[in-house]
């Protein structure tokens, strides 16, 4: 029924093939596998030599954007890939992260509109991240390392940049936060948090923010919702058939 494969460097560690196994425990002729490929070029390669989609995540995602055939209109706007389908070797480009961020809010019943955002970080994950937040009408801010990379972005969406200069101000008064950093990275002081706050992070292996936001008491969202609800939207665009949830929530103990 079909072949499919996650394709990042580093792979190994991810989730996706145990999520893919119980979405579709009883179906025969489906199977997923890890690739770690050097480089993006790479990616397509493999894609096109015995795969009917994919998944793509870190350092791929936007590489692979401007390199696939086709694209999605969403994908057109976030300019980052984590979702292709291959037919005659050409390669289509979707995004389901947003849909991630968007329904891992809706689950822990917290409203994005008119509500203060700040997003830290805006690769691949972070573009998705600021879509989903701007199109629920949330007040977003994009805190960026490289600020041009971060006004370009905010410029599509007509939301806000600042420095990480600002970070202690935005932080103290930004009503949900989400991360998209390496979940290693601190640049997050612990009395900058407040327990009114809501942090979604992008890693579901944890990290320092998650940390001392639930330290704080502040509602913590982690990134094994984002992984679970993208899974949901891709795992039946590759295939058509809806996936075993409950199966799949309890691969990751939500």
């Known amino acids: 029924m079909g072949r499919y494969t996650i394709l990042g460097n580093p792979a190994k560690h991810s989730k996706s093939p145990a999520l893919f ?25 493999i ?3 015995g795969y009917d989609g994919g998944n793509i995540t870190a350092p791929f995602k936007e590489e692979i954007f401007g390199m696939a ?23 289509k480009a979707d995004n389901c992260d947003h849909y991630g961020v ?22 691949g994950a972070g573009k998705a991240a600021a879509y989903a937040v701007s199109n629920a009408g949330g007040k977003l801010v994009i805190v ?10 905010a410029s599509k969406l007509n939301c806000e940049t600042a420095t990480p200069n600002d970070l ?14 390496y979940g290693n ?15 979604l992070d992008a890693s579901y292996i944890g990290s320092m ?9 502040c509602t913590t969202v982690d990134g094994r919702y984002w992984l679970y609800y993208q899974a949901l939207y891709c795992f039946k665009l590759f295939t058509g058939i809806e996936p075993d949830k409950t199966a799949m929530r309890n691969v990751l103990n939500i």
């Not at 055939?69 to 390669?91: C, G, H, L």
């Not at 968007?102 to 690769?123: A, H, M, R």
């Open 21 to 45: 196994a119980a979405a579709y425990k009883n179906c025969h002729g489906l199977s997923y596998d890890v690739n770690e490929p050097e480089n993006a070029k790479q990616c397509v390669e």
């Open 47 to 49: 894609l096109k030599n």
């Open 69 to 91: 055939d086709e694209v999605s209109q969403t994908a057109a706007i976030i300019e980052a890939v984590n979702t292709v389908t291959v037919s005659d070797r050409k390669i």
């Open 102 to 123: 968007s329904k891992s809010f809706e689950e822990f019943g917290v409203s994005l509109n008119n509500k203060s955002c700040l997003l830290l970080g805006i690769g």
């Open 144 to 153: 960026n390392r490289t600020e041009s990379k971060a006004k370009y972005f």
């Open 168 to 181: 202690e101000f935005l932080l103290k008064t930004a009503d949900i936060i989400v991360n998209t950093l």
């Open 185 to 199: 990275i601190d640049i997050v002081d612990i009395k900058w948090l407040n327990p009114c706050q809501v942090i």
């Open 209 to 217: 923010l998650l940390e001392k936001a639930k330290n704080v008491g």
